[in-house]
Structure formats: C-alpha cells, structure tokens
C-alpha cells in the first residue's frame, strides 16, 4: 500500500481532465463544420448526426494523441518538479500552441470545403510551394470570413477557461520510490493506450485507422467529411505514398477491358490547330447550354457567350473532371491521368515521359505552347508543362505589363486572352493550351466592369461572367487571325466550385465540368449535343484522333467522335475513395475492393446496392474497376506512361 502514496492522482486527473477538453471542443468544431456546410453534406434526422459524431470520435482521438503526445509524455514524466507552477505554465503554453494549431486546420475547412469538396490533406503543401500570395490569400479569407475568425477566438477563450478550472496544486514528492514506480507503470499504461488511439484499434493485424475508413459509418459517402476532422486528415497524409503496385487480374484481362491502348485511324490532309481552353473552377452548373434537360426550377446561366458558341458546338452535356484542384485538371486534359487519392503531379512518379496531346503534336511537327498569366511557376504548371514537352511557356512574366495584374493571382483574363489570341500562330500547325485565372477565389473583377454584371447568388457567378465575357472579346480578335479557320477550339473546366443548385450538390456532380468542341470548318463536324457520358481524359485521344494521329495512343479515356467505340471508364477520386462509371454502375474502390456499387442515375450516391446485385454487369464492373487501378499503378510507378 506504501506504493499507492506515490500515486499522482491529481496530475493523471488534471491530464485526462484537459484531453477530454480538446474532445469536447472537437465535437463542437464538427458541429460547426456541418451547420457551414450543411447544403452539401445531408444529415436527416439528429440521431443521424449523433451516430456520425460518435464514430467520428475514433478520428479525434488519433488527432489528439498526435497533437499532444509531447504533454501527455511531459504531463506523466517523474521529473519531481511536474506540480511546479512554472512547469505547469510550460505545460499550458505547450497544450494551447499545439492544439491551436491543429484547431485552426478544423476552422479552414468551414470556407474551403466548399471549393475543395474535400477536408484538408498535406496537398496543400504541393498548392503552396508554388505560389507566393499564400499569406495575402490567408488575410483575404480572414476579411471575408471573419466569422470563421469569430467562432475560434471565442472557442479558443472558452477552452483556456476550462482549462484553467482545473488547477494543479505544488505538491513535491515525499517517497521518491514509490512516485517513480507508480510513474513508470503509469507511463507504460498510458502508451499502450495512446498507441492503440492513434492506430484506431489495439489489434496488432489492424492497420492504423485512416481516412477511407471514414465511409464505413455513413449512409451518403460525403457524410465521410463529417465523420473525420481536418487535424486527421492533414496528419494521415503527410509522407504517404499510396502509390502502390497491386494484383488483381492477369494481363489479357487488362488488354481486353481497360485497354489502355487505343489505335484511330482518320486521314487528315491539313493537319488542324488546335486551342485548348482549360477554364478555372469552370462548373457544369454555371452554363445554361449544359442545363436545358436538367428540369432546375428558376435556373439561371452565367456565361451566355459560351452558351451560343455550345449551339455551334459539339458538347458533351454529361462530362465529368478527372480531380479536384487545377494542377489535376492540367495533367487530366493534356495527359489523360487523373488523380487518384495522392496526386499524380504531386508524387515521385511525376517527372517521367508522358505521351500526351503534346507528345502527340510534337511527334507530327507542331508548335506547342502553354498560357497561364500567374507568375511562372505558379500551381506547378511550368514544372509539370516542361514534363509533357510544350515547346514554350507565356506566363506574366512574358506579358509584362504588371498594370494588369489582378493583385492576387494573375493577369486579369481579358488582357491576357486578347494576348494570346494575338501571340500564337507564328508557325502552324499549332497546339497551344490557355489556363484562365479570373474566376477564381476570392472572386474579383477589375474596377472598371463594376456593375457590368449580375452579382448571382453566390460569389463565383460574377467573375465566372467576366471570364466568359473575356472568351468573347478572344474570339472577336481571334476571328481576324490567319490561323482561325482551320482551328479546333476545346473548352472544359479544370474542376467545379461553388454550388448553388440542389442538382450540382449531389456527391459525382462535384466532377460536372462542361466540354466543347467547337471549329469555324465545316469538315471536322463538330456540331451537335452528344449525351454519352465523358471525361476530361477524353479530351487527349479526341483531338490525337482528330488531327490524324494513327500510332497508338496511351490513354485510359477515348476518343468521342470515332467510330471505332471503345467502353468509358470515368474515374475520380473524393480525396479517401476511387470512383469509377462503368456501363450502367458507379463503383467506390478503397485501393483493397470495392466498397460501393450504385446506380448510375444515382448521382447522389444514396443507395448502395453492393449487397442487392449480383449480376454479370456488375460482377465484371468491379473486376473492371480493379483491373483499371492495377494499369494505373503498373504505369505510374514502372514509368510506362509513354
């Protein structure tokens, strides 16, 4: 009994005490991060939310023992001097920086999920590395959010109240033997603990609990958000590699329903040039030729432009994006590689020789040529277009007139379009892709277009009519140029934003992007509404088929106007789980197996019919869906993506 005097009762209470703190204002973070978000992310009934609140409490317990294994470890250590005041002052400055920190990630996600559909991954890393605005678009989000600002403060005041309840009183040690001896084997307890918390389960064969393990407890996978915190998902992604090579099905099975190879063989005489508008945050939702068979009460388009350039067009109105950020949506368009849950662009496998439309059109004698006005470098597109082989870049640094600068993250896209419809052309056949910049957070337009144009219902409306304004005034000039006829215009979004209607809300219409082909000559026939469902890695083997590219073409997505059809795969990634559309099915695919099967119709991802169909559809879709990862590894990581 001598031994239990040792016991520091009032310190292990004061530490679970300020660990349960942190749990508690966890909860109330999620609740927040709901009630911001609540359009997108469905919960019927409040014990619907309590049931997600509860299994996302595996998900705070790995990041609060992350966060706070150093207190734990300071809090229990028999220094003798635990108790002493100013060493509970290093223990209260050491708890409220490190878990402000992780805290603050949780509040991002109120504004940003809305745009990245996603909770925050250590890919903000790969965004920020190129960009030198980082801190001005931090103080930007602040002003326009302060709320966000508000609801921290108060909730950071409220926990060092809490905190503060509890007060440790100086009491040193009379029997040093027993202090030491209980503190060990409380120590060894606690890591045993803190070990099984943060791996999620105490079972050696269980791997650590992680982010797709977040869609086991929901009904709707996009309640999978609400199940993790952002502190988890920010830690469960740093130095991860989920690039991993994986057996599934034999070669022949991939040969005959992946087909990674496709063979066209159009004759072209005059090879055509091509432009290849890739449109920033460019939602399906935001253009009115994309929506006519929708049935969306009280619909409203925001690029009438564009709109009557879709009746001159052929367009796809069911395409969907390859990703979820712009650099995603680079390699996705030009390269047909979508990203899976670790951006390709993003991994060790990135710099490697790519085939892609650029290959392609360097091979037949183009010119090649890529357009951003960001300051060079800016969102890796330098980097990545040296990889894919554009013979030049044009950025703000090559347009130089600072004047024009949008002040935060490029040219304004109407001086920087009337710039590149002039600067390309000099040798033909060209291909030459712009990335636009304006419609982008935090939604501006220049001064003198004030009142121009509809404000809308959400912020991206205003810009997103700017942008397409800026697409007119490209075509007025681009029609004077000498190239112009014989010319293939390709338009899609790099990825979608903003939601407003309840229609682009449903989990695979975050992927909606518009796609259009459009050419003044007749002889492409590109005209027409073609309903088949598309992708952005389409966009790749459309345009090597249509300038008469007749080697093979290296590509998981199709060409949409030969007749030689090849079976869509569209594959996406939520950030945690993979997405496949194939024939009349949507799959979910965790890296291990398929998780999910719906309804192709079923865009919101309601009714999980993995355990209700069995059919021979079915039952070759999923083997179809692993087979595809299993190409994709295979080329990613063995460098076989020429």
Same mark, same amino acid.
């Given at each position: 009994?001598?031994?239990?005097k040792?016991?520091r009762?009032?310190?292990?209470?004061?530490?679970?005490?300020?660990?349960? @703190?942190?749990?508690?204002?966890?909860?109330?973070?999620?609740l927040l991060?709901?009630?911001?978000n609540?359009?997108?992310i469905?919960?019927?009934?409040?014990?619907?939310y309590?049931?997600?609140?509860f299994?996302g409490?595996?998900?705070?317990?790995?990041?609060?023992?992350?966060?706070?294994?150093?207190f734990?470890?300071l809090?229990?250590?028999?220094?003798?001097?635990?108790?002493?005041?100013?060493?509970?002052?290093?223990?209260f400055?050491?708890?409220?920086?490190?878990?402000?920190?992780?805290?603050?990630m949780?509040?991002?996600d109120?504004?940003?999920?809305?745009?990245?559909?996603a909770?925050?991954?250590?890919?903000?890393?790969?965004?920020?590395e190129?960009e030198?605005?980082?801190s001005?678009?931090?103080?930007?989000?602040?002003?326009?959010?302060?709320?966000? @600002?508000?609801?921290?403060?108060?909730l950071?005041?409220?926990?060092v109240?809490?905190?503060?309840r509890?007060k440790?009183?100086?009491?040193?040690?009379v029997?040093?033997?027993?202090?030491?001896?209980t503190s060990?084997?409380?120590?060894c307890?606690?890591?045993?603990?803190?070990?099984?918390?943060i791996?999620?389960?105490?079972?050696?064969?269980?791997?650590?609990?992680n982010?797709?393990?977040?869609t086991?407890?929901?009904t709707?996978?996009?309640?999978?958000?609400?199940?993790?915190?952002s502190?988890?998902?920010?830690?469960?992604?740093?130095?991860?590699?989920?690039?991993?090579e994986?057996?599934?099905v034999?070669?022949?099975?991939?040969e005959?329903?992946?087909?990674?190879?496709?063979?066209?063989?159009?004759?072209?005489?005059?090879?055509?040039n091509?432009?290849?508008?890739?449109?920033?945050?460019?939602?399906?939702?935001?253009s009115?030729?994309?929506?006519?068979?929708?049935?969306?009460?009280?619909?409203?388009?925001y690029?009438p432009?564009?709109?009557?350039?879709?009746?001159?067009s052929?367009?796809?109105?069911?395409?969907?994006?390859?990703?979820?950020?712009?650099?995603?949506?680079?390699s996705?368009?030009?390269?047909g590689?979508?990203?899976?849950?670790?951006?390709?662009?993003g991994?060790?496998y990135s710099?490697?020789?790519?085939q892609?439309?650029v290959?392609?059109?360097?091979?037949?004698?183009?010119?090649?040529?890529?357009?951003?006005g960001?300051?060079?470098?800016s969102?890796?597109?330098?980097?990545?277009?040296?990889i894919?082989?554009?013979?030049?870049?044009?950025?703000?640094?090559?347009?130089?007139?600072?004047?024009?600068?949008d002040?935060?993250?490029?040219?304004?896209?109407?001086?920087?379009?009337?710039?590149?419809?002039?600067?390309v052309?000099?040798?033909?056949?060209?291909?030459?892709t712009?990335?636009?910049?304006?419609?982008?957070?935090?939604?501006?337009?220049?001064?003198k277009?004030?009142?121009?144009?509809?404000?809308?219902?959400?912020?991206?409306?205003?810009?997103?009519?700017?942008?397409?304004?800026?697409?007119?005034?490209?075509?007025?000039t681009?029609?004077?140029q000498?190239?112009?006829?014989?010319?293939?215009f390709?338009?899609?979004?790099?990825?979608?934003n903003?939601?407003y209607?309840p229609?682009?809300e449903?989990?695979?219409?975050?992927?909606?992007?518009?796609?259009?082909?459009?050419?003044?000559?007749?002889?492409?026939?590109?005209k027409?509404?073609?309903q088949?469902?598309a992708?952005?890695?389409?966009?790749?083997p459309t345009?090597?088929d249509?300038?008469?590219?007749?080697?093979?073409?290296r590509?998981?997505?199709r060409?949409?106007?030969s007749?030689?059809?090849?079976p869509?795969?569209?594959?996406?990634?939520?950030?945690?789980?993979?997405q496949?559309?194939?024939?009349?099915y949507i799959?979910?695919?965790?890296?291990?197996?398929?998780?999910?099967?719906?309804?192709?119709?079923?865009?919101?991802?309601?009714k999980?019919?993995?355990?209700?169909?069995?059919?021979?559809?079915?039952?070759?879709?999923?083997?179809?869906a692993?087979?595809?990862?299993?190409?994709?590894?295979?080329?990613?990581?063995n460098?076989?993506?020429?």
């Open positions: 009994m001598k031994f239990l040792g016991l009762k009032q310190e292990v209470l004061a530490l679970v005490y300020r660990i349960f @703190l942190a749990y508690v204002f966890y909860q109330i973070a999620r991060f709901w009630y911001f609540k359009d997108l469905k919960v019927d009934s409040v014990s619907e309590i049931k997600l609140a299994h409490t595996a998900f705070d317990t790995t990041a609060i023992l992350y966060v706070n294994a150093l734990i470890l809090s229990l250590l028999p220094l003798v001097i635990n108790t002493n005041k100013i060493f509970q002052k290093i223990l400055w050491l708890y409220f920086i490190t878990n402000g920190i992780a805290y603050a949780n509040f991002g109120f504004i940003y999920y809305k745009f990245s559909q909770r925050l991954t250590s890919a903000v890393f790969q965004v920020a190129h030198s605005n980082v001005q678009t931090l103080m930007i989000s602040v002003g326009e959010h302060p709320f966000v @600002l508000i609801w921290f403060i108060v950071m005041g409220l926990w109240f809490l905190y503060k509890v440790v009183e100086d009491i040193k040690p029997k040093l033997v027993p202090y030491f001896i060990i084997i409380t120590l307890i606690t890591a045993v603990l803190v070990v099984g918390g791996r999620g389960d105490f079972k050696h064969s269980t791997r650590p609990i982010m797709v393990d977040a086991r407890f929901v709707n996978p996009l309640q999978g958000n609400m199940v993790l915190n502190t988890f998902s920010f830690f469960r992604t740093l130095n991860t590699n989920n690039f991993k994986v057996h599934f034999d070669e022949k099975y991939i005959e329903n992946v087909q990674p190879y496709k063979v066209y063989d159009r004759k072209v005489e005059n090879r055509p091509i432009v290849i508008f890739i449109v920033e945050s460019f939602g399906r939702e935001y009115g030729a994309f929506n006519k068979d929708k049935n969306i009460k009280d619909y409203v388009s690029t432009f564009m709109d009557s350039l879709a009746g001159q052929l367009i796809f109105p069911n395409t969907f994006a390859n990703g979820r950020q712009s650099i995603h949506g680079m996705s368009v030009l390269a590689i979508p990203s899976l849950t670790d951006a390709f662009t991994s060790p710099n490697q020789k790519i892609s439309i290959s392609v059109c360097n091979d037949l004698g183009y010119d090649t040529s890529f357009y951003h960001a300051p060079n470098g969102m890796g597109f330098l980097g990545f277009g040296n894919l082989g554009f013979k030049h870049y044009f950025g703000k640094t090559e347009y130089n007139h600072d004047e024009d600068f002040g935060m993250w490029a040219i304004w896209d109407e001086p920087f379009l009337q710039y590149f419809a002039k600067n052309g000099k040798k033909q056949p060209f291909m030459t712009v990335f636009t910049a304006s419609s982008h957070h935090p939604f501006k337009i220049p001064e277009y004030n009142g121009k144009f509809k404000k809308g219902k959400i912020e991206i409306h205003e810009p997103m009519q700017y942008t397409d304004y800026a697409i007119k005034k490209y075509f007025e681009a029609k004077k000498h190239w112009y006829n014989n010319t293939i390709v338009f899609t979004g790099d990825h979608t903003q939601v209607y229609e682009y449903r989990a695979m219409n975050r992927y909606a992007v518009p796609l259009v082909f459009y050419s003044p000559n007749p002889a492409y026939q590109l027409g509404v073609n088949e469902i992708q952005q890695a389409d966009i790749y345009l090597a249509l300038i008469g590219y007749n080697k093979p073409i590509s998981w997505g060409s949409l106007v007749d030689k059809k090849y869509f795969i569209v594959v996406n990634s939520d950030g945690s789980t993979d496949f559309m194939i024939g009349n799959y979910r695919f965790d890296g291990k197996e398929i998780i999910g099967v719906y309804n192709q119709s079923d865009l919101s991802l309601e999980n019919l993995i355990n209700e169909v069995k059919t021979p559809e079915v039952e070759q879709g999923k083997q179809t692993k087979a595809w990862y299993q190409d994709y590894m295979d080329r990613v990581i460098r076989k993506l020429n």
